[in-house]
């Protein structure tokens, strides 16, 4: 289970008008707690006008680096991603969970492989981290980003992207995309079908890729899986993770019973039974109980909630990351599980 530690704020800087990233001081003793592999998350916790908030963001620096550090990109209407890119400073503190997350990369040098990366946005901090562990680690491997933005001006980590394509210029190259500005060396428009098979059936056909890992919206996510998938490659080649999904669909209401079900949680431990609503989520029953279960998103899209369902059965009204053999295996997004049975045992520490 993850719990939350109070980290300070080492440096604040500045990625484009609408970004910051965010650094935080590690105490020794909690080195390797803090310790993760290229492509995770930690869950950053606040409060905020007396409610309190819990969000996820990637770290965007390599395993090796010896640090902890994500970026924020300011939403409308974002409550955290307001405070933190206006109203944060070095030596403030927040409440830090330890890194989580199945978007990974486990480098291993004894292979030499290549890799393709498609970003757009703030998803480029994940992808970000996975390109340092893998220009840093695998000494010959070959990595290859897509990378959309607005402009140059909206494009995060820009200098820090063309630092690392100066350094490893024989092993990672970057196609740009920009979609309202028409710049030398890049794509203008959006990563659609033809820039997938621009990059990797006409710039790099030569090179065969190994893996690929993509992050973005929805929408961007699913044009090149689909891109990928019917030019001949495996879907589990195909690594993504989104950092915003789609409204989730209503549950029929043959689905989810207006009945109630007994459910007995187990988190940290501690075994708790009570009677809760079927219209009800896992999750939303949990807290209602005051019980201390880990979640951050809320939606569907981090895995901070992740359960086992040790008995009974429940539907989940959205899931973008767990295989259906991991849920043939009785794994929830308890955030999006709907309870089926009159009975229902979760379990968050067995997972």
Request: with cysteine.
């Amino acid at each position: 289970m993850s719990s939350f530690h109070t980290l300070s704020i080492k440096h604040i800087n500045r990625e484009t008008d609408k970004a910051v990233s965010i650094s935080f001081n590690v105490p020794e003793n909690l080195k390797d707690t803090f310790s993760f592999k290229a492509g995770q998350y930690i869950t950053l916790k606040t409060t905020i006008n007396g409610n309190e908030v819990r969000r996820d963001y990637s770290l965007c620096v390599s395993p090796k680096s010896d640090e902890l550090k994500v970026a924020i990109k300011e939403v409308v209407d974002g409550t955290f991603s307001a405070y933190a890119n206006n109203k944060l400073q070095a030596g403030d503190t927040l409440e830090v969970a330890a890194p989580n997350g199945r978007f990974t990369f486990e480098p291993n040098d004894s292979k030499t492989k290549n890799i393709a990366l498609f970003a757009a946005g703030s998803g480029i901090t994940p992808i970000l981290s996975i390109i340092k562990c893998a220009l840093e680690e695998e000494i010959y491997s070959k990595v290859i980003l897509v990378y959309g933005n607005k402009t140059t001006q909206d494009t995060m980590f820009l200098k820090e992207l063309l630092e690392l394509q100066h350094e490893y210029k024989d092993r990672f190259s970057i196609q740009f995309v920009f979609s309202q500005k028409d710049e030398d060396n890049a794509l203008f428009g959006r990563i659609e079908k033809s820039t997938v098979n621009y990059v990797m059936k006409n710039k790099h056909k030569d090179i065969t890729v190994d893996a690929f890992y993509l992050c973005g919206p929805e929408a961007m996510i699913h044009t090149v899986k689909d891109v990928l998938t019917e030019n001949g490659i495996d879907e589990s080649r195909i690594h993504f993770e989104l950092f915003k999904a789609a409204k989730p669909a209503e549950i029929p209401e043959e689905t989810v019973s207006t009945g109630s079900t007994k459910i007995t949680v187990i988190v940290d431990d501690e075994t708790s039974t009570f009677e809760m609503s079927q219209k009800q989520t896992v999750l939303e029953a949990a807290l209602d109980e005051d019980l201390d279960a880990p979640y951050s998103c809320q939606g569907g899209i981090c895995s901070s909630c992740l359960a086992r369902i040790k008995e009974g059965e429940a539907t989940m009204r959205q899931n973008n990351i767990l295989t259906d053999n991991e849920v043939a295996e009785g794994l929830i997004l308890t955030c999006q599980a709907h309870p089926t049975t009159p009975k229902i045992v979760v379990d968050f520490d067995d997972i």
